[in-house]
């Protein structure tokens, strides 16, 4: 087949850790702008709440920039650098993307995708005036009693905000103690902002691009993760792109997958193997769970959400990234008290070799993600194996 290319796995393997740049190098310029630099390369850095270590997005982009502090995000919110919205989940996005979150948005406005809020047109225009004239709000600033219905426990108030939201109406200007603060758009949004809408085909030919510029190689299923009605349109561009020779397909013993005609050259670079990174479970690196299985023969389940007598690593099991596979799982918890980072679990996979090799550099590892999680030092509990 013309545009085609064959990979072993562990070239597959090496692609896309070089396009989701880990492990991470030094960068040039300010800690800031290495910050902002990785979440226009990742396209989003998804948003999670748990905190038994730093947050998912703090992890994640910590990965990226061994320079990071938390107060990045504020700053590079409050610089109108990065926004809050939807990828495939809560996450922080690019301004310079801002375009193409409106696609989803007016789909929301014009109810071909329905939020899981019922949308009360009515409160929404009241909860939008209020905004309107007294400025950035809060939820808490409005009263009104909980819903509790199917454990979705919020005020119709806080539903109306976030049907706004999610609609385009209102965005989320700041974060007081990780809770939202929102205003109107057109008060948030820098002036010089695109906001033309882009037509299926340009969202399509978006979505393609920045899945492959930041996982080396994809299919459509992944390009799509978790949004509804665009396969076909995905597909299409896909197709087109092959055609134009835009695209290689790459086929990896036996799966076939399309990568950017220009990534390949990335391959030629080295891969830091001596290195080991612990990793957030929504890290972009391994959110889909299938192409991870796929592609490094990790089998990943976040047991947080599994009743703990049926848990087999921990409630909160990172994997661990180490000479260009995943190698092993760690469960950890942030003892405030002490400041020590308690390692509950270490669970070593049964492929893993070079344990003490392995060993000497996870001990590195853990010493810098100890501090980095506010800790003096670590404390491993339990190992297995």
Known sequence: MANSQALSMPEARKLVLLSQQLPSKQQKGTAHHATLSAIEHLGYVQIDTISVVQRAHHHTLWNRNRRYQPEHIDHLTKTRDIFEYWSHAAAYLPIRDYRFSLFRKLAFKEGRLRHWYRDDRELMQQVHERIRTEGPLMAKDFSGARHSKKGWGSKPTKQALECLFMQGDLMVTARHNF?????????????????????????????????????????????????????????????????????????????????????????????SRAKAVILSPFDNCIIQRKRIKALFNFDYLLECYVPKQKRQFGYFCLPILWAGELVARVDCKVNKATEILEVLHLALELTLKETAVFMEALELELQQFARFNGCRTFKIVRITP
């Open 179 to 271: 809770h939202k603060v929102y205003d109107l758009t057109e008060r948030v949004i820098p002036a010089d902002s695109d906001v033309n809408v882009p037509s299926e085909y340009d969202y399509a030919r978006f979505l393609v691009m920045q899945y492959l510029q930041a996982n080396g190689l994809g299919r459509v299923s992944e390009m799509t993760y978790l949004l509804k009605g665009l396969n076909t349109a995905v597909s299409g561009v896909v197709d087109a792109m092959i055609e134009d020779g835009e695209l290689l397909v790459v086929n990896v013993e036996g799966d076939r997958y399309v990568a950017l005609s220009s990534a390949l050259s990335l391959l030629n670079q080295p891969l």
